[in-house]
């Protein structure tokens, strides 16, 4: 016997009908009872798709995020958000979304942040000395009676203790250990609870065995674990994302019941895991990724898991590597992708289906799912050799990248002084990030374009009219180096991606990026390379309309792939470095028709860090690398800049230096430039812009309030290495307030100019 079970699913739906619930709710056009009832819907739903799972989870399910959802069970949701009568679903939704300031019961919004290492974000738990907790199980309670009144096999699913701390912030630099021991309390009643309510089985998260844990923090699960065990209720563990390394002694031999590991990425150690975990206790291998949308090499698979289920027989459970959170729903939402890619890929639903016809060829023998694996094979095999996925040409390209690909010809101090005799820039330049307001005319265009039923002559005018006013504008504005706006993308990944080989785009495969927002990672399948250029025209048009400085616009390949769902078939540094070389043509040919500014937008680079420190440094090894060879083809007179939103320089300064733009742009101005301390204990080399004006708010900023961010900046950075302009790209903005915004802009770098 073997034990199938899954760690969670997405709760968004398969077409995105919590998303739509939500939205309604919050414009209130859909009331509390509605929006429970749609959700009721879903968990039923969801449960029915694992229900050939031995063990189905149950609140997994999430109205807005599973860390606040944890936060409420043990009532130490922040106190603002209780304020007036907020009922608890307002008081809930108040801690992720805030209230609106002008509001008499404004409050700010809970901060959010990546979840580990995926590109969902959570509200961070908000900790300080005064924090209590105090169990509020009616969720959980009331979801597992709902699955198991509907039949199913419910197994509680909790954040762990140590993770619920490591994970929130102290308001007020106290210890948030010091909190553990109450913590406790309320989680070994929590358990007690479920337990009475029928729970035979409780997974318990705990990522944060995937980290560098100090004594402390190693000891705070000793601690936890042999308190909870007080409950005595079976406890499943469970780790994801990272091997466990140094703490995989620690995390075989913390008193519970179980064990799941990601056994994708910490395939490795498994053996020794096997060897470790004492007798009683059964071990959960996530074998299927739940990271990634390709189907799994049975083949490959059962020889591996044969001898281990051999040794462990009814011990072994088999699961997905983690919550299948992070994958779309359902492949047969995607009839329109051509059947051999379908092949190859396996969203929630079919992954599930992946667990059980292992567990069954195991257990039953593999004649008892013969067909499944000859389908599975011959997928596998085709997708192996495919020309789709193998292009030797561009094998060829990466194999030749020498050392010098990514590195300028010369030092950023000789470039800089025959950039500015090329460009003839003022001290304090200005400039925008790339796109401007993209209109309802902008994107009705764009629509009716990609339906067929606007002819590409017409949809080539309507676009040009756009450059054509965004460039007058800048003009009008005054700025110094100029953009075409970037009317013609609908996404800055997707934009490039489609104009890439090797990549594939899905119509509803939405993954939960934070609350009610999904994206749609594109797909990279096979080999890229770029066919036709992507931005020469656009930018080239653009050019003709005005004698300033025309910055061409691309996406970096780090953000390319950090934004895409990866082959699983190459690592990720060689698919990274595949983007390089595309975007690297591209920059070329930008700069032989003449753009001798060019903008490589990197926003993604700080994502892809892995969970441990210590792998840090080979991440940001090729990471660095892949944007030299996209950027550093260019003469020294080409100015090359990178821009990147929100982001904490201070551990990764060093690299940032080493990507060697001329200029990179940052958000900062929400921080009151605070972010830019990272650049005072690393003297940063080259230029950089420190956006002014928060594109986040409709707010128009005064010009002297950007005069005194900038002053602070140059008090930090040499003067004449610093460029003004906003924070990020101005698309989801109004024309009117950005023009009032730029102007302001305009003039608080010809304040500077004087002043300064
Ligand atoms: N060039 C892009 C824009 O202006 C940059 C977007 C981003 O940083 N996320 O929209
Ligand atoms: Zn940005």
Request: hydrophobic content about 40%; proline content about 4%.
């Amino acid at each position: 016997m073997i034990t199938t079970h899954s760690l969670g699913f997405p709760r968004i739906g398969a077409k995105r009908e919590l998303k739509f619930a939500l939205e309604k709710y919050w414009r209130g056009e859909k009331s509390d009872t509605e929006l429970q009832q749609t959700a009721t819907a879903l968990r039923a739903q969801h449960w029915k798709h694992q229900s050939a799972l031995d063990w189905q989870p149950v609140g997994d399910f999430s109205l807005y995020d599973q860390m606040l959802d944890m936060a409420q069970t043990l009532g130490c949701l922040p106190d603002r958000a209780k304020l007036g009568e907020a009922s608890e679903l307002d008081a809930y939704f108040r801690t992720a979304r805030g209230r609106s300031v002008n509001d008499k019961e404004g409050v700010h919004a809970g901060e959010m942040t990546k979840w580990l290492d995926t590109n969902y974000h959570y509200i961070v738990p908000e900790f300080s000395q005064q924090t209590r907790f105090s169990l509020n199980a009616n969720r959980l309670l009331s979801q597992l009676a709902e699955a198991k009144a509907g039949g199913f096999n419910a197994k509680p699913v909790l954040i762990g203790p140590v993770t619920f701390l490591w994970l929130g912030k102290s308001k007020d630099d106290s210890d948030r250990l010091a909190l553990l021991p109450e913590l406790l309390a309320v989680y070994e009643q929590l358990l007690v609870e479920l337990k009475r309510a029928g729970a035979e089985w409780i997974q318990i998260d705990e990522p944060v065995l995937g980290f560098e844990l100090d004594a402390e923090w190693q000891h705070a699960l000793e601690q936890s674990y042999n308190r909870l065990a007080a409950a005595k209720t079976k406890l499943l563990l469970a780790t994801y994302f990272s091997e466990l390394r140094e703490n995989l002694q620690l995390a075989c031999q913390l008193p519970v019941q179980g064990l799941h590991i990601d056994a994708v990425r910490g395939r490795a150690e498994v053996a020794q895991v096997v060897d470790w975990l004492p007798e009683h206790k059964v071990l959960s291998l996530g074998v299927v990724d739940g990271r990634n949308i390709w189907v799994n090499d049975f083949e490959q698979t059962l020889a591996w898991l044969t001898p281990i289920y051999q040794r462990l027989q009814s011990r072994l459970w088999l699961a997905p590597s983690c919550s299948l959170l992070h994958v779309p729903v359902d492949l047969r939402s995607e009839p329109e992708l051509d059947e051999e890619l379908q092949q190859w890929l396996c969203f929630a639903v079919q992954k599930v289906a992946e667990i059980a016809t292992l567990a069954k060829a195991l257990t039953e023998g593999e004649a008892a799912v013969g067909d499944l694996l000859e389908a599975n094979r011959i997928a596998v095999k085709a997708r192996k050799s495919s020309t789709r996925v193998n292009n030797p040409e561009v094998q060829q390209a990466v194999a030749a990248i020498s050392a010098d690909d990514s590195k300028r010809q010369s030092a950023y101090t000789e470039r800089a002084a025959l950039q500015i005799e090329a460009l003839g820039l003022p001290r304090f330049p200005t400039t925008t990030i790339g796109s401007f307001p993209q209109t309802t005319e902008i994107r009705q265009a764009r629509r009716a374009f990609k339906a067929g039923d606007l002819a590409v002559d017409d949809y080539e005018t309507a676009m040009k009219q756009e450059i054509a006013r965004c460039v007058e504008e800048q003009e009008q504005l005054g700025l110094d180096v100029l953009v075409h706006g970037e009317a013609e993308r609908n996404d800055m990944v997707e934009y490039f991606g489609e104009q890439l080989s090797g990549y594939a785009f899905t119509r509803f495969a939405w993954v939960q990026s934070y609350g009610s927002r999904c994206v749609k990672p594109p797909i990279i399948y096979g080999d890229v390379s770029r066919p036709n250029a992507m931005t020469v025209a656009w930018t080239s048009y653009a050019a003709t309309l005005s004698d300033k400085p025309m910055k061409g616009m691309l996406t970096g390949p780090v953000t390319m792939l950090n934004w895409s769902f990866v082959r699983d078939d190459l690592p990720r540094a060689d698919v990274c470095r595949q983007l390089a070389l595309a975007i690297r043509a591209e920059v070329l040919d930008l700069e032989k028709a003449e753009v001798n500014v060019i903008q490589i937008d990197e926003p993604a680079l700080r994502e892809g860090l892995p969970l441990r420190r210590s792998d840090w440094q080979q991440y940001l090894d090729w990471a660095v690398e892949a944007f030299g060879i996209s950027a550093n083809g260019v003469a020294d007179a080409t100015q090359v800049h990178t821009h990147m939103c929100y982001s904490e320089f201070n551990d990764i300064m060093p690299a940032i230096a080493a990507l060697d733009a001329d200029v990179i742009t940052i958000e900062t101005s929400r921080s009151d430039m605070e972010l830019l301390d990272a650049f005072d204990a690393f003297d940063y080399p080259n230029e950089i812009g420190p956006g002014v004006y928060d594109i986040h708010s409709p707010n128009v900023p005064e010009t002297q309030a950007m005069v005194k961010l900038m002053q602070k900046a140059a008090a930090k950075v040499p003067a004449e290495r610093l460029w003004v302009n906003p924070d990020c790209g101005l698309k989801t903005r109004g024309w009117t307030e950005t023009k009032l915004a730029l102007a302001n802009m305009v003039a608080a770098a010809e304040t500077l100019r004087k002043v300064a």
